[in-house]
């Protein structure tokens, strides 16, 4: 059963390009979480989805990020006109549904580098 | 609001050796679950040790043992019998019932270092 999946694993944009970053969650999982750290820092909490359905987006910044999951394929974050501010690790996690929403599981990451 | 802290940013252990890294929370919440995280340079985020909070145990993942404390908020990580590849960041973080979505709230992160 392969984990989470996420590419790329590296990005590198100039100021003002967009960034796409995918996560495709473990099989059987219809939850998705996106966090994001910045250097030296813990992972901080975007948005939650499930399956074309926004859930919460609390610690998403209110412009310029947008994060999706269709009913098929992966999950997007999408950053617009990209800052050096962006710079940062976003790490996708999934859980399954039902009960056991208690344990997320992460994927490798995404460094997103803004020259 | 919950939080975490973890307010050892460094610490070092011999190799061998045993070292508890602290964490603290705060929460008004009484059911929620609390986990120690690695990080090692891959970034790869890997589950150490979970525990629940409605649990009195302290669970325990080989030489990983935690010392949780639920009155006083606080759930250490016990690493026994340190390795070279325990080098990593450690996050402590919590997860609850925040505003209707289960969402994890990590600490800024402890950096150990295994000496040979």
């Known amino acids: 059963n392969a984990g989470v999946m996420q590419n790329p694993r590296h990005l590198v944009r100039r100021r003002g390009q967009e960034a796409r970053l995918r996560c495709s969650p473990m099989?059987?999982?219809?939850?998705v979480y996106w966090y994001r750290q910045l250097p030296e820092e813990g992972l901080k909490f975007m948005v939650y989805?499930?399956?074309?359905?926004?859930?919460?987006e609390s610690g998403m910044p209110k412009e310029r990020f947008s994060a999706e999951f269709p009913k098929e394929g992966p999950s997007i974050l999408r950053i617009q006109q990209v800052v050096r501010g962006d710079s940062a690790a976003y790490f996708c996690?999934?859980?399954?549904?039902?009960?056991?929403?208690?344990?997320?599981?992460f994927g490798p990451g995404t460094r997103l580098t803004v020259l | 609001a919950q939080t975490v802290t973890q307010s050892q940013p460094e610490m070092s252990v011999q190799e061998a050796e045993t070292v508890t890294l602290s964490c603290t929370y705060d929460t008004s919440e009484n059911n929620y679950y609390l986990f120690w995280y690695k990080q090692p340079p891959s970034r790869q985020m890997i589950l150490v040790i979970r525990q629940e909070a409605y649990k009195q145990q302290n669970a325990t993942e080989n030489r990983f043992s935690v010392n949780f404390q639920k009155a006083a908020k606080s759930f250490s990580l016990k690493i026994s019998d340190s390795q070279l590849g325990d080098t990593a960041m450690y996050f402590c973080a919590f997860l609850g019932l925040t505003s209707g979505t289960y969402k994890y709230i990590f600490g800024t992160g402890t950096r150990l270092k295994v000496l040979a």
């Open positions: 989805l499930q399956k074309e359905n926004i859930i919460d």
């Open positions: 099989k059987g999982h219809s939850h």
């Open positions: 996690a999934s859980s399954p549904p039902g009960a056991r929403k208690d344990t997320q599981y």
